[in-house]
DNA sequence: ACACGATGTATCGTACCCGATATATATCAT
DNA sequence: ATGATATATATCGGGTACGATACATCGTGT
């Protein structure tokens, strides 16, 4: 089916873009990306575990403890064992972070992404919205109904509360 | 910019969704989804340099060839120098994968995404595909007027030909 | 109190992906 | 012909990403 082609290959050219443009940006305070999503999503928090964090950003549990552990050794992030619960281990950032974090890092996200928007009119901006919104529900109803054993990461509230893990 | 958020999201979820579910089909036949791209771009051409691969897949030089370097190793491509240019090497199946590749393995590619769009009626397909369109397009158009110097791999080709490398 | 299953992390192996660099070959100017 | 430049590939280092596994800790049932 061609049309599955092009949107395939949009998505792929389209991952590709975002990810080799934020870089740059990202680059520039010798973070990675990856990173940075990291690093906002425990600015979010304060204080989170791993298990929250790849829950949240829709990694494994194993991509996500690489990564935090690199941040550490960077001196972003600190791991201290949580008192209540000796298997938790509570990830915040570092003081030197804390202070310099303002807009700089965590607004990184999707500058790119703004400046794609921006070229658009009102209308255009719609419809690649709405073509969005319907190709990820159609996605997420089709896991649901393969009833996906990824349940546990590509599940129904992936765009529902970002934060919540919904006990 | 909201809109930019949920659009970076879907982008992030979809990539990540096409890769997990292509990945499934992939394994069966003991190969990757890149080294099925790989794949089904030379049994389409059925002799190629590296060069050419990594333009009409979009991938650095490097990247392809890791891959193709794993596919030798696994039987399924060859790699024979270039008479007339000794720096080219020229890539081809393997005999024992030049029968059974039918249908099998060239069209893995975007199985997943037929099954989603299945799920949707003319007019939603429609949306999406225009959505699509209308994103790349934009995107396409910023890298031009920001004159990236990704110039090589990101250029205003990619979506027209496939193949032609356009000398 | 204790065994057992569930849960949270870390680690390992493999593949991908990129930029930078090295090497060999080709091409072009002189 | 020769030297400078350009091109094609391979290789290296580092980061991402995943599944599988190991390990410690928690909770529960008995």
Redesign the pocket.
């Known amino acids: 089916m061609e049309r599955a082609n092009f949107i395939g290959e949009s998505i792929e050219y389209l991952h ?1 873009y975002t ?2 443009s934020l ?1 740059k940006q990202a680059e520039e305070h010798g ?5 940075v ?2 690093i906002a999503e425990v600015f979010a928090h304060k204080t ?7 829950q949240n ?15 550490v050794t ?1 001196g972003f992030l600190e ?1 201290t064992p ?1 008192i ?8 915040s950032l570092s003081e030197r972070l804390d202070e310099n974090i303002d807009e700089s890092i965590a607004q990184i996200q999707n500058q790119s992404l703004i400046g794609v928007l921006d070229r658009l009119d009102a209308k255009e901006q719609e419809i690649v919205e709405q073509g969005m919104q319907v190709l990820v529900s159609a996605v997420k109803e089709k896991m649901i109904a393969e009833d996906m054993d ?1 349940n546990k ?1 590509f599940n129904i509230l992936y765009f529902s509360e970002r934060d919540e893990p919904k006990k």
Do not use: A, G
């Not at 973070?31 to 990173?35: D, E, F, L, M």
């Not at 989170?48 to 790849?54: A, E």
């Open positions: 590709r990810m080799k870089q973070v990675t990306i990856p990173q999503r990291v989170v575990s791993v298990k929250l964090l790849s950003l829709k990694m494994t549990q194993s991509t996500v403890s690489d990564i935090v552990e690199r941040l960077k791991k949580n209540r619960d000796k298997r938790l281990v509570d990830i990824d990461f």
